[in-house]
């Protein structure tokens, strides 16, 4: 696609439920990152894929989290058992990864998808 | 620590007026620095992206310095506009083969008024 597509750009749900962002990055992009960010926080790293693999998955905040990627594309985001906390806008990004693995390219955003567990 | 700070928090200016925000960072080695835009509800859009050698960047009214030595970058807000009113956020990027993790600051809200 012309830019990285998040859905749902909006979700509202109850505490305990599971949810499940997807991301789509622009075609090509072999890096792709998931990003949290709080009202009025900076940016919150959770994990980073190269391809289908996540070398960095650091930033998960607890096993309620996880991501997948299939065919070096499409990413889901999946939070299990939400609790209030997690409200906050998941935002993804991609870019051209040069060789090596380093991330050198320009970084695209999505819209993000704002989360709001009540 | 690779830490990324900047300065001012937050910012009002008047309309047609310049403005200059701050970015130090402890990141070593240092591989790039990226400004990104973000207005309110949307995603970051990147301003410009430096390597270490790399002095100044500009895109437009918004202009870019890096000091490698010092470890500090300026983004130059020329000739602001109510459009400017936005969070701006510095990011430095630590060369690995293996992680992707890109540094960010905690941004510098501007708020530009008529």
């Known amino acids: 696609g012309a830019g990285v597509s998040q859905s749902p750009s909006n979700k509202v749900t109850e505490k305990g439920k599971d949810v499940e962002l997807r991301c789509d990055p622009i075609?090509?992009?072999?890096?792709l990152y998931w990003y949290r960010q709080s009202l009025g926080q900076g940016l919150e790293f959770l994990i980073y894929?190269?391809?289908?693999?996540?070398?960095?998955k650091s930033g998960l905040p607890s096993d309620r989290f996880s991501a997948e990627r299939t065919g070096g594309s499409v990413s889901t985001l999946t939070i299990q058992r939400t609790q209030q906390e997690d409200s906050a806008v998941y935002l993804c990004?991609?870019?051209?990864?040069?060789?090596?693995?380093?991330?050198?390219?320009?970084?695209?955003f999505g819209e993000g998808s704002r989360l709001t567990v009540l | 620590k690779n830490q990324v700070e900047q300065s001012p928090q937050s910012l009002i200016i008047l309309e047609g007026k310049n403005c200059t925000l701050q970015?130090?960072?402890?990141?070593?080695?240092?591989?790039?620095l990226r400004w990104y835009k973000q207005d309110t509800g949307r995603g970051p859009v990147s301003l410009t992206i430096?390597?270490?050698?790399?002095n100044t960047k500009s895109n437009g009214r918004y202009t870019a310095t890096l000091d490698a030595d010092t470890k500090q970058s300026s983004l130059h807000i020329t000739a602001s506009q109510l459009s400017d009113s936005a969070s701006y956020i510095c990011?430095?990027?630590?060369?690995?083969?293996?992680?992707?993790?890109?540094?960010f600051g905690q941004g510098t809200t501007l708020q530009v008024k008529p």
């Open positions: 990004a991609s870019s051209f990864s040069g060789s090596g693995g380093m991330s050198t390219g320009e970084l695209f």
């Open positions: 075609s090509g992009h072999t890096a």
């Open positions: 894929f190269q391809g289908n693999s996540a070398p960095d």
């Open positions: 970015c130090n960072y402890t990141v070593s080695p240092f591989s790039n």
């Open positions: 430096m390597t270490f050698s790399e």
């Open positions: 990011v430095v990027s630590a060369p690995s083969s293996n992680t992707g993790k890109l540094i």
